[in-house]
């Protein structure tokens, strides 16, 4: 065993189902590998039996690297001194709502967890959150942490850049490993824009090697944008192992750092990159170095992606309205 201090990682909505593949991917070293961690559960009271029958489940998997396990309903004391915080604990939307209908009914959750965040998290906390709508949550927590560097709020948006990938690589009948530089535009809702002029195949832009904007723009960008709701039609709940899977690629990029060459998509706050007004928490190409992730600067946006973009955009202003006026900001 390590004599390296453990990585103190919270993960909220402990007892959830996307934290019932999350907890053992993060347990089992898929997030840092072999180093050590001690995971902080938050879960809301009524659920603390179950999430004391899942810590039974990880004790039962005997992880060499887990030095320790706490579980509670108060933030203040599951997140104090944490270095990562995943805000997965929110409910999800059911057949037919869009995840912006869940602003009033989650909002409110990321306003306490930002400012017990600010009371007791550690100095270097990274803070990615999961639970819909993901943008604006981590919008809101991270205006009730003010102590907190606000480039410290990221919010999910690697499910949909993974479900690009995945359903281009089937268009063009080739491996994901072919594929890089996607990006995933904006909010994680219906209005996202999974950007195929600046991915690239085998070095060459996908757009023209798909050479269909009509699948392009009636297949491929609805199948992606679309793809959470078509799985709560199927499934009867919404994604949760492949929502824990790019919640811990995620982290674990911001953690570790970019393959070169290469950039993923993240929900940041912006600087204005790309004309999004600064502040909103909308995704991007971004590339991490030692921790420190930069939006990707100079790509070429046409005229269809600048209103793709800008369409994904206005709807993160009237969510950030919408929780204006709710005085969650
Ligand atoms: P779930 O209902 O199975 O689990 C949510 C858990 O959160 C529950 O156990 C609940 O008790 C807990 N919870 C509620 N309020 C809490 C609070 N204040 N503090 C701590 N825990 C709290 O839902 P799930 O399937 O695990 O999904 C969780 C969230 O993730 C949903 O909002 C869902 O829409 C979202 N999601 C996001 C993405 C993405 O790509 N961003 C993908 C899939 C799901
Ligand atoms: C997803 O994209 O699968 C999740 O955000 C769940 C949802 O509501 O679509």
Not at 35 to 47: G, K, M, N, Q, V
């Amino acid at each position: 065993m390590s004599t390296e201090a453990p990585t103190k990682i919270a993960v909220t909505g402990a007892a959830g189902q996307i934290c019932y593949s999350l907890l053992f991917r993060i347990a089992s070293g898929a997030l840092l590998g072999d180093r050590p961690i001690e995971l902080r559960l938050l879960e809301i009271t009524p659920a603390l039996k179950a999430l004391e029958g899942v810590v039974m489940e990880l004790d039962d998997c005997a992880f060499g690297n887990v030095v320790n396990i706490e579980i509670g309903d108060d933030p203040t004391k599951v997140f104090d001194g944490v270095n990562m915080a995943m805000l997965v604990g929110a409910m999800p939307r059911k057949a037919g709502m869009e995840r912006g209908d869940l602003l009033s009914a989650n909002g409110a959750i990321f306003t306490a967890q930002g400012r017990a965040l600010n009371e007791v998290a550690a100095d270097d906390v990274k803070v990615l959150v999961t639970g819909n709508p993901a943008n604006t949550n981590a919008l809101i927590a991270m205006r009730n942490a003010p102590d907190i560097p606000a480039e410290r709020f990221n919010a999910l948006t690697r499910l949909d850049h993974n479900r690009a990938l995945s359903q281009l690589a089937a268009k063009l009948g080739v491996p994901v490993t072919e594929l890089s530089n996607m990006t995933i535009w904006g909010n994680h809702s219906a209005t996202q824009y999974p950007d195929l002029f600046n991915a690239k195949v085998g070095g060459r832009s996908a757009a023209e090697a798909v050479g269909d904007q009509d699948w392009l723009e009636n297949t491929f960008i609805p199948t992606v944008a679309k793809r959470g709701a078509a799985i709560i039609e199927a499934r009867g709940l919404s994604s949760a192992a492949s929502a824990a899977n790019a919640t811990v690629e995620h982290m674990r990029d911001w953690a570790l750092g970019t393959p070169a060459g290469d950039w993923v998509s993240m929900a940041v706050p912006s600087d204005g990159s790309y004309g999004v007004p600064e502040g909103l928490i909308s995704s991007f190409p971004c590339t991490v170095t030692d921790g420190r992730y930069e939006i990707v600067q100079g790509l070429d946006i046409n005229e269809f992606s600048r209103a793709k973009i800008d369409a994904s955009v206005a709807e993160l202003v009237d969510e950030r309205n919408a929780v204006t006026e709710l005085g969650l900001i």
